[in-house]
């Protein structure tokens, strides 16, 4: 049997969605990225939601946006993938890296050691669609001490005055915290519609603004709408309309919109979002009731008392183990025709975070969690016999370490 890691989610009334987006005469930015913001609104009850070209865009448009620049800081957990640290790099600006939890996310205690006179931002990452303790994180940025080190330097710093929280959803649309939906737990929330993610567009991603009083949202986005489109008064739709052909450019902007072209996949998706959502917790469940009863098997938390996840990922952990066993397992499970993956390579293993000084044994947790996780394979097409099989063969991979 062959099993692909994560393949993306297309049937007909998907495909009718681009086909339409094709013969309508327009491709780029219009109507469809709309509807997709609309459904993103919807679906999270945040006030806005702009569509962008990837998470990582998003990011530093918000960044940006927020007048994140050389000489401050940005809070990130080790654990995660590298875009969330490159954004804030691309910014001028320091990733200041934190341990996580035993659950993955970030650890807000560790977080609030962390913050200095130059933190401007934290940005958490909502692990395999597990959100954040965004209480805590929250209450820290709102804390009375903590404000008074904030030294704004633009005028959304200001206006905000404390530190921003930008959570990393790329893995958690349709997750929740006490029943609030992320996209409405924090400032702002991106989520990535990467080919891998739940939802996707290709590439693509969407930011969700959310920002408390006295921010305007329609506003901020309207503003934010100009940072993705070179800072320019029109849009190519309003400008390809009868006498629309005079604008003008406010800023240097950035050019990261979305094309309806990749709105009409992503819209054709999230309509049947709640069905996918279901199909995914069938597959972890069945796979919490095989590996909660093997003694060596950690499984990953998709429900506590306060958060439910999306199950983007299907992180099992493997007791007793190190990092060369792993490696073992996935060797096996590989040569079974199963594609598994490890999330994540902490930042600081890799070359370029090395380079610029981070060390993986500041981040002992990151390490521990790394060292004996493997990614199973988790989306809406996987089969219960599909499912049946990866259990077996992942217990006779363990089964077969010597
Ligand atoms: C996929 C991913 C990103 C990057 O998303 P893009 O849309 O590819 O830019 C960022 N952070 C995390 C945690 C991711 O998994």
New binding site residues.
């Given amino acids: 049997m062959k099993i692909p890691f994560s393949p993306p989610f297309v049937n007909e009334e998907i495909i009718a969605e681009v086909v339409d987006t094709l013969k309508s005469g327009w491709i780029t930015t219009g109507p469809k990225v709309k509807a997709l913001e609309q459904e993103v609104v919807e679906l999270t009850g945040c006030p806005e939601a702009l569509g962008v070209n990837?998470?990582?865009s998003g990011a530093i448009l918000v960044m940006k946006w927020f007048g994140v620049g050389p000489g401050d800081e940005v809070i990130i957990p080790a654990y995660?993938?590298s875009?969330?640290a490159l954004s804030v790099l691309h910014c001028g600006a320091i990733p200041v890296m934190v341990d996580v939890l035993d659950d993955f996310t970030i650890d807000p205690i560790k977080l609030k050691l962390a913050i200095t006179r130059n933190t401007k931002v934290v940005m958490p990452?909502d692990f395999a669609g597990l959100m954040c303790h965004y209480e805590e994180i929250n209450a820290i940025v709102q804390d009375a001490d903590i404000i008074k080190l904030f030294c704004p330097n633009s005028e959304a710093q200001t206006k905000l005055g404390r530190i921003l929280v930008l959570s990393?959803a790329?893995?958690s649309i349709g997750a929740s915290l006490n029943g609030i939906q992320s996209g409405k737990a924090t400032d702002v929330t991106i989520f990535?519609?990467?080919a891998v993610?739940n939802v996707t567009t290709a590439?693509?991603?969407i930011i969700c603004i959310n920002l408390p009083d006295p921010f305007d949202n329609s506003d901020e986005y309207k503003l934010m709408r100009l940072w993705s489109l070179n800072g320019q008064t029109k849009d190519a739709f309003t400008k390809s309309q009868a006498g629309g052909w005079r604008y003008d450019i406010l800023f240097a902007g950035l050019k990261v919109n979305m094309p309806d072209l990749c709105a009409a996949l992503g819209l054709g998706q999230i309509r049947l979002y709640a069905s996918l959502m279901a199909d995914r917790a069938r597959v972890a469940k069945s796979y919490e009731d095989f590996f909660s009863l093997k003694a060596w098997a950690k499984c990953p938390v998709l429900k506590d008392e306060r958060r439910i996840s999306c199950n983007h990922l299907y992180a099992l952990r493997i007791h007793g183990i190190g990092e060369l066993q792993r490696d073992e397992m996935i060797e096996f499970i590989t040569g079974k025709g199963i594609a598994v993956n490890v999330h994540f390579i902490p930042m600081p293993m890799l070359t370029v975070f090395k380079n610029l000084g981070y060390k993986m044994t500041d981040y002992p947790i990151a390490y521990a969690n790394y060292a004996v996780e493997i990614s199973l394979p988790i989306y809406p097409q996987l089969s219960d016999d599909q499912v049946k099989y990866i259990c077996d063969v992942v217990d006779l991979a363990y089964q077969s370490l010597t």
């Fill in positions: 990837s998470w990582t995660t993938y875009a969330t990452v990393d790329a893995h990535s519609f990467h993610k590439e693509g991603g």
